[in-house]
């Protein structure tokens, strides 16, 4: 039986997304058998992050610098803007490095039943990006949920006065994916997209 300051850690560590007690609990035995070099690097990267995390005022991303790091990346292309639900969509598809505009976190999605409105996402800020000029681009990265489809809908709706093309991710069938393994809202996504065969 571990001491009670122990436990704590477990379970402070297995609220976190994708641990639970049994992970929490190896993390823990592996921070102990590594307490010198482990503990103190986690525990100065956790403090700085604490200190230092701001929200982009551009773009809705986290990161420790304002602006973050890809909107102050002269590298960026200006014209081209992704739409994401959240920072962690947006996280996702910057791995990719497939993407090399900038991007716009709308903190959500749009849903009646969660009484999320309009007004509760940033869609008031993207407006004024569009609005200010320079956009050629807007892709509606939403996620292939109905929430998801219901706000890049409206969004659609909103942007369409504005000079620019909207583009939507493409949605469908997995790259190595098997028809039998895939449900039923993909397969019918994937026959509404077909496209011809060149």
């Known amino acids: 039986m571990a001491s009670q300051e122990i436990e704590a850690l477990a379970n402070a560590l297995a609220r976190l997304p994708g641990l639970g007690p049994r992970s929490a609990r190896r993390a823990v035995l592996w921070l102990i058998k590594r307490r010198e070099t482990a503990f103190a690097g986690l525990v100065d990267a956790l403090a700085t992050v604490r200190e230092n995390l701001v929200e982009c005022p551009i773009c809705g991303n986290v990161d420790t ?23 962690a969509d947006l996280w996702a598809l910057d791995r990719a490095r497939l993407f090399t505009g900038r991007y716009h976190v709308l903190g959500g999605r749009l849903s009646a039943l969660d009484g999320v409105r309009p007004e509760d996402l940033n869609i008031a800020g993207l407006l004024t990006r569009v609005a200010a000029g320079g956009i050629d681009e807007v892709v509606l990265a939403m996620n292939a949920t109905l929430e998801g489809q219901t706000t890049a809908h409206y969004l659609a709706e909103r942007l369409e006065a504005y000079p620019l093309r909207l583009t939507q991710l493409a949605h469908g069938l997995p790259v190595g994916g098997e028809l039998d393994y895939l449900d039923e809202g993909t397969l019918a996504q994937a026959l509404r997209a077909r496209r011809p065969v060149s």
């Open 65 to 87: 610098t304002s602006p973050c790091g890809i909107c102050a990346d002269p590298r960026r292309d200006a014209r081209a803007l992704c739409v994401v639900e959240d920072v």
